[in-house]
């Protein structure tokens, strides 16, 4: 059976074969003129193409293959053939107008006008079908003098036929009067309705009307004249495009692309038709595609820019947007995709000037204004930031919610006149808790306590049922560290509206504060229950159950669980990060940091993070890539410089500190306040008063807080020694910033005047208040050693329960034991304190004298000659001490040779020297 089914298909080739080998060309040329004379023109062509087969040279069967070509709108295949049959010598009259027209359709402008010499021969219908091409051809390479000749030509030929009229609308149209070009243009029509260059005309005049919908009727009569143009599916899409039509318009494009998948404006339609839709995936990557083919206009650059921006792809819409927005009008919202695209690629001083012209006309144009003012101000652009603020926050306005975003924009922007603003929100809108809340934080920024609690409590009064009056009063009892009374207005809100964040997590931080562990578990299991998923509230809650362990671990799965449900959210990864950090697992930390794509708008938390991580790998070797690398992905950036200067001052390297400053403050920083305070304080710290006394013009040219600079005043004359002036600044200081340090000054000022006991008291008075400051505690043991050595004890006692291994601590404590006669404490606190420094001289000055007060002389005598050889003797009160071992040890004539080299201008030194003196002599 299977050789028999073989057999039977080679007998069927076999007569296929011999009846096709039987007709010929002549055959095949006949059967395709019945074709075409039944309209069936793609038989007809199959017909030719056989009948070509059989005979390549026959010209008649290349002309009436062209011909059908270009009725189709097949202009390239049209070309080749009528090119054959020209070449062929077929007709020169019929092949001479036809392939003029191929050409022209094919976009081959020369070649049409190159068959002028030709078409000058052909009779005058002919000849003005030929010069209507000619015509159009030489105005599309802008040869207008060619045209003009040419339409005289068809103007004096006797006969007045479609063409002719085509031929003077083209140059009407080319002359921008339309509607004499619409008049010609339709005569044309009038003569030969399915003239397709007549048609095509009429479209493109419409086009230029705007008469979209008539174009897309021309568009639709061309296609059925010309069935195969594909151009004319392009233009469908074009005109469908223009009129709004997105699904027709995709359909011509997707219908091209089926067959021309590289065709560069059918993506470009296709972009168009994407972004409308908001697939901007689709439309960024047919634009792609578009550019990519050879097709390049501004509307493209306008749809692949903003489809990138859209995609958060700033890179690749910064390129495509920055070739054409000088062109774009100053309200174009492209104008807002390109300067956060800057924003985002850290462009920083680009910014201001693409935003140089642009005009606020609308709440959406003040809200741009004010969050990309906010943003850079956020990275440290503070003056750009400035600039940009200034075209919302320059007009005064009557509107109350006008005035509160530009008093609360200007109070970010550290500019105190957006008091203001909010005052003249609440004289419009008495009732507005968003501006009273912003005078409240105004207040509190420079310490106003009292203005702050005026406007606390009268709004309390005012709204008692208010949640948010209470929590604007608990804000001003948590800055001035009034915790019970800050509970008090926290647990009132939240009895007022139990889903409080506010409220539930500052009472959490309340009760860690006042280490009521109970108290915070509950309000944190509380918090957590309201807010399931706030980041905010699950750092609290990890902080609370952190030691208890399987608390922490419950914390941390949550955590975790959150994390790994959205790996790509920036917060719940630093929260993470943070927990892991917080259990010493550092490498997971690192690792989940470093999956984040750093940038110029990325927080100062994920830097840090992973500088704490680097920190703790491989001997912190990569913390400083890591700030270099902080620096130059945002160079507005201030912490990474402090870092970095934290580590100079930790080192004692003041000249590098100062150097890293000042090259900060002559470059990006240059108007920083906080470089500048940084740098004000290093010279005050160190004593430089020239270089501070020479800075204080610049220092004072910034947005400084008064008071800051009232103590910084205060400071200067302190060390000028101008105790009596400097007193009631550092003191309004202090009272401003109650910190150790400045407590310590305003001390040092007291004694310097000659207070001792006032100094006593400022740091006494000071660390009742806040508790343990070993720094205050330090500075007032040596004051009570002065006046009071019987108070320095204690002191030094608690300070060690906090530092033991504070080697001045213990060489003090073994002092005050020996001079009060506890030798059995001074010799534990001497022992301890030459444990941690033996080679200290101090120390092994003490602990000598302790063990020849205790009884050990040869024992003191070889600690204290260790302590003389380290100093070289140029200690005198080592060297007195050496010399009352010495005689204790009965070494006479040693001691009075090391008294001999003692020589100080000190009083108390030299009357001891007599004294030791007078006890060698009567021996010798």
């Not at 077929?90 to 027209?101: D, I």
């Not at 948590?478 to 926290?490: E, F, H, N, P, Y």
């Amino acid at each position: 059976m299977k050789w028999l089914s073989i057999i039977v298909r080679c007998c069927v080739l076999m007569v296929v074969v011999s009846c096709s080998k039987s007709e010929t060309a002549e055959t095949h040329l006949d059967n395709a003129k019945a074709y075409i004379t039944d309209s069936k023109i793609d038989e007809g062509i199959i017909e030719l193409k056989n009948a070509i087969t059989k005979a390549p040279k026959n010209n008649e069967a290349r002309f009436l293959l062209g011909k059908l070509y270009l009725q189709q709108g097949s202009g390239i295949e049209a070309v080749k053939e009528l090119e054959k049959a020209q070449e062929l010598k077929y007709t020169s009259n019929k092949v001479t107008p036809l392939l003029a027209r191929a050409y022209l359709i094919t976009n081959s402008d020369e070649d049409v006008i190159s068959l002028n010499e030709k078409a000058l021969e052909l009779p005058d219908d002919l000849k003005s079908q030929y010069l209507a091409y000619n015509i159009l051809a030489n105005i599309r390479i802008q040869d207008n003098a060619s045209a003009k000749k040419s339409e005289q030509l068809s103007i004096q030929l006797s006969v007045s036929t479609t063409y002719s009229y085509l031929s003077t609308a083209y140059l009407l149209l080319f002359d921008n009067e339309l509607d004499a070009a619409k008049k010609a243009v339709n005569k044309s029509l009038d003569i030969f309705p399915e003239n397709p260059e007549s048609v095509m005309l009429l479209a493109q005049i419409n086009t230029a009307l705007g008469l979209y919908a008539e174009v897309s009727e021309n568009y639709l009569n061309y296609a059925k004249i010309q069935p195969k143009s594909r151009i004319i599916v392009l233009l469908l899409a074009d005109a469908a495009l223009k009129e709004k039509d997105y699904e027709s318009a995709e359909k011509y494009a997707d219908s091209i692309l089926k067959s021309l998948p590289n065709q560069p404006y059918a993506h470009y339609i296709k972009s168009i038709v994407r972004f409308e839709s908001q697939d901007y995936k689709a439309a960024s990557m047919h634009a792609k595609q578009a550019e990519l083919f050879g097709f390049n206009s501004p509307q493209l650059k306008l749809v692949a820019g903003a489809s990138a921006y859209y995609l958060e792809n700033f890179e690749q819409s910064y390129h495509h947007l920055s070739a054409i927005v000088q062109y774009l009008p100053a309200e174009h919202p492209a104008l807002k995709m390109f300067a956060i695209s800057q924003l985002q690629l850290g462009l920083i001083s680009e910014i201001t000037e693409t935003l140089n012209d642009f005009t606020v006309s609308s709440k959406d144009d003040k809200q741009f204004l004010s969050t990309l003012s906010l943003q850079l101000a956020e990275i440290g652009a503070i003056d750009d930031a400035k600039k940009l603020a200034a075209k919302i926050t320059s007009k005064d306005s009557d509107n109350a919610e006008e005035n509160i975003s530009t008093g609360i924009l200007k109070l970010m922007l550290n500019d105190p006149s957006g008091v203001t603003n909010l005052q003249s929100a609440l004289s419009l809108k008495p009732d507005m808790l968003s501006a009273q809340l912003a005078l409240v934080s105004a207040a509190l920024q420079v310490n106003d306590f009292d203005k702050a609690l005026e406007i606390s409590k009268t709004w309390q009064d005012k709204y008692p049922n208010n949640p948010g009056a209470f929590n604007i009063l608990a804000t001003v009892y948590l800055k001035q560290d009034k915790l019970d009374l800050a509970k008090v207005s926290l647990n009132k809100s939240l009895e007022l509206s139990p889903k409080n964040y506010f409220a539930i997590s500052n009472l959490i931080n309340i009760a860690l504060k006042q280490n009521e562990p109970a108290e915070a578990t509950r309000l944190s299991e509380l918090g957590l229950s309201v807010f399931p998923e706030n980041e905010k509230m699950l750092e609290l809650y990890y902080v609370v159950a952190r030691t208890d362990l399987n608390r922490r671990d419950l914390a941390t799965s949550k955590i975790k669980d959150i994390f790994e449900s959205s790996t790509d959210d920036l917060a719940f990864g630093l929260l993470y990060a943070q927990v892991l950090i917080d259990q010493n697992n550092y490498k997971d930390a690192l690792s989940i940091l470093d999956s984040f794509e750093a940038s110029i708008s990325s927080p100062a938390k994920l830097w840090q993070l992973s500088v704490v991580a680097h920190r703790n790998i491989n001997k912190g070797n990569g913390v400083s890539a890591v700030i270099d690398k902080w620096i130059k992905t945002n160079p507005y950036a201030v912490e990474p410089i402090i870092l970095v200067l934290d580590q100079y001052m930790r080192n004692k390297d003041v000249e590098s500190a100062l150097s890293l400053v000042d090259k900060a403050l002559s470059g990006y920083q240059k108007n920083n306040t906080m470089l500048k305070a940084a740098k004000m304080q290093i010279l005050l710290d160190n004593g430089k008063l020239q270089s501070a006394k020479s800075f204080y013009p610049e220092f004072l040219d910034s947005d400084i807080n008064e008071k800051v600079v009232g103590g910084v005043d205060g400071r200067i004359l302190l060390l000028e020694k101008n105790y009596l002036k400097a007193i009631p600044l550092l003191k309004n200081f202090y009272e401003s910033f109650p910190s150790g340090k400045n407590v310590i000054l305003l001390a040092i000022a007291q004694k310097g005047a000659g207070s001792t006991d006032e100094s006593i008291s400022t740091l006494e008075d000071f660390l009742e208040v806040k508790g343990s400051n070993n720094n205050v505690r330090s500075i007032l043991a040596n004051y009570y050693l002065e006046t009071q050595q019987e108070k320095a004890i204690p002191l030094y006692e608690k300070m060690l329960l906090e530092r033991p291994d504070d080697i001045v601590v213990l060489n003090n404590l073994a002092w005050l034991n020996l001079e009060n006669d506890n030798v059995e404490l001074a010799l534990k606190y001497s022992a301890e304190a030459i444990k941690l420094a033996p080679n200290h001289p101090n120390v092994i000055d003490t602990r000598a004298m302790v063990l020849l007060k205790s009884g050990r002389k040869i024992d003191a005598w070889q600690a204290i000659m260790k302590a003389y050889d380290i100093t070289q003797g140029k200690d005198p009160s080592i060297s007195l001490n050496y010399a009352e071992v010495l005689i204790a040890n009965d070494k006479n004539q040693e001691a009075m040779a090391v008294l001999t080299r003692i020589k100080s201008k000190n009083i108390e030194i030299m009357n001891r020297k007599e004294q030791l003196t007078n006890r060698v002599n009567p021996k010798l």
